[in-house]
């Protein structure tokens, strides 16, 4: 897993500030215009725009994610639940 570091703003669903993401996939490649991401504080799933602005995703992008996508987020939540009272300090 890789993490790149990229402007700090904030999470549209909560407000969280977030500066970084990582890779859920063993490539390493950094986050391009309409990758998925999750919030490390909510969860929930946001969608980079141009410049890597962080957005809500449309219901008819998430509607249309396929499986391999769904398990992915699934996996990601999994992990951030688990270290939730780490991500919470960032
Ligand atoms: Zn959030």
Redesign the pocket.
């Known amino acids: 897993m890789s993490v790149h570091l990229h402007k700090a703003q904030r999470?549209p669903?909560?407000g969280?500030r977030l500066n970084a993401s990582s890779n859920a996939a063993s490539d390493p490649a950094a986050p391009v215009e309409g990758d998925y991401t999750l919030?490390v504080?909510?969860h929930?799933v946001l969608v980079f725009g141009p410049e890597l602005q962080l957005r809500v995703p449309k219901l008819v992008e998430l509607e249309r994610l396929d499986p391999e996508t769904l398990k992915d987020i699934a996996t990601a939540r999994a992990v951030l639940r688990s270290v939730r009272g780490d991500a919470d300090g960032c």
């Open positions: 999470c669903h909560c969280h919030c504080r909510c929930e």
